[in-house]
């Protein structure tokens, strides 16, 4: 069961949000590049259509009568489900065909928090309706949404601040920042046993972020985590200031101020100290 359909037995709401609820009004490219065969999709569900930026595409993407294909190509024959989260559509290209093909056919499956297309494919057909080539988004096709904010999105790290814990693989639950408008914190749910607070007691599974500010032109976040009630590493508190960058695939710069029991601070910058990079969630295809 998705955890967005598990609801609150006091309020009924659900425990868990989605930032994104449709892909009307979103854009996904590959290759984080925005008119390299980027999918965009109207606000209002009227339209949606492939774009295609000529200063950045192949200069093999070209039309069988030479001319390279025009900068929006809309889909045809297109329907969206929102409980199955699947979008199909089509591209025709005719009279003149796109690499000897006349008919691109999509069906394209989105993630819970339709951060990328996770499952479908791209069947194209020759002029004779015989299948040419078939391409399946996952394994061929690698299509993430521009993303706008920080929000209803996880960081993972891959390198840590040595001084606090010990250095880990990027995972999910191991000090991963989590960011929703409803409240921001730091998981530690997968954390191993040897993380332990200076009293000895294993480390939360979950810590809350206090005095939370986002600044959306600047994308910086700010936020403090509260160790006063129990110690880590002698620290009583750590206050975070995070740099992301345009697209919000990484935490690009920034800074932890780790401020200990004597009130002596120490300073660790993303991007010199630690990295942190966006995790992207992968649910199973269910397309056919």
């Not at 069961?1 to 037995?9: A, D, E, G």
């Not at 290759?31 to 949606?48: E, K, M, P, R, V």
């Not at 089509?90 to 093909?101: D, E, K, R």
Request: glycine content about 8%; overall charge negative; charged content about 25%.
């Amino acid at each position: 069961m998705s955890r967005f359909n598990v609801f609150s037995s006091e309020n009924g709401n659900p425990l868990a949000r989605r930032d994104v609820q449709t892909i009307w009004g979103t854009h996904f490219v590959q290759a984080n590049t925005c008119g390299l065969a980027s999918y965009h999709f109207a606000a209002d569900g009227s339209g949606a259509w492939i774009e295609y930026n000529h200063d950045l595409i192949p200069s093999t993407w070209r039309l069988d009568n030479g001319q390279v294909p025009p900068r929006r190509k809309d889909f045809s024959e297109f329907s969206y489900d929102p409980l199955q989260r699947v979008f199909k559509g089509c591209i025709n290209w005719t009279p003149f065909a796109f690499s000897g093909h006349d008919k691109w056919v999509y069906c394209m499956e989105f993630n819970e928090k339709f951060s990328g297309i996770v499952g479908g494919f791209i069947k194209a057909y020759r002029p004779d309706g015989a299948l040419g080539e078939e391409m399946t988004f996952g394994p061929d096709l690698a299509y993430r949404r521009v993303r706008e904010s920080i929000f209803d999105a996880t960081y993972v790290q891959s390198t840590v601040l040595s001084s606090l814990l010990p250095d880990v693989e990027a995972m999910v639950g191991k000090a991963s920042y989590h960011f929703t408008r409803d409240g921001c914190w730091i998981s530690y749910a997968s954390a191993p046993e040897t993380w332990k607070l200076d009293s000895g007691a294993r480390i939360p599974l979950k810590k809350n972020f206090q005095n939370i500010s986002y600044d959306h032109d600047a994308r910086i976040f700010r936020g403090v985590i509260d160790w006063s009630d129990d110690p880590i590493a002698n620290a009583t508190r750590w206050e975070y200031e995070m740099h992301f960058d345009p697209s919000f695939r990484t935490l690009r710069e920034g800074t932890v101020r780790t401020v200990d029991v004597n009130g002596t601070s120490e300073i660790r910058r993303f991007g010199v100290d630690m990295s942190y990079v966006l995790h992207d969630e992968a649910d199973a295809p269910c397309c056919t």
